[in-house]
């Protein structure tokens, strides 16, 4: 059997909003229930400032500079 891969990337998000986490301020139970049935990660790391080289850069697999996609201003 294979694994099923689920990326969900939300925006305006930190990493440690998740009430699963610690963070009582939210009430995220479908998040949650996916932080813990499936693999989190608490430390990880993005190629770039903004959302949009980092989104880039995981569709791709390269680094912002080698997308030119720095910023929406790039998009032309």
């Known amino acids: 059997m294979r694994p099923n891969i689920i990326l969900i990337m939300t925006d305006q998000q930190r990493f440690d909003t998740l009430q699963s986490w610690g963070y009582p301020y939210m009430v995220t139970p479908a998040m949650d229930r996916i932080a813990q049935e499936g693999v989190s990660f608490r430390q990880a790391y993005?190629?770039?400032?903004?959302c949009?080289?980092?989104?880039?850069?995981?569709?791709?697999?390269?680094?912002p500079?080698?997308?030119?996609?720095?910023?929406?201003?790039?998009w032309g």
């Open 46 to 50: 993005c190629p770039g400032a903004t």
């Open 52 to 63: 949009i080289a980092s989104r880039a850069a995981i569709f791709t697999g390269m680094y």
């Open 65 to 74: 500079h080698n997308t030119g996609v720095y910023s929406f201003q790039t």
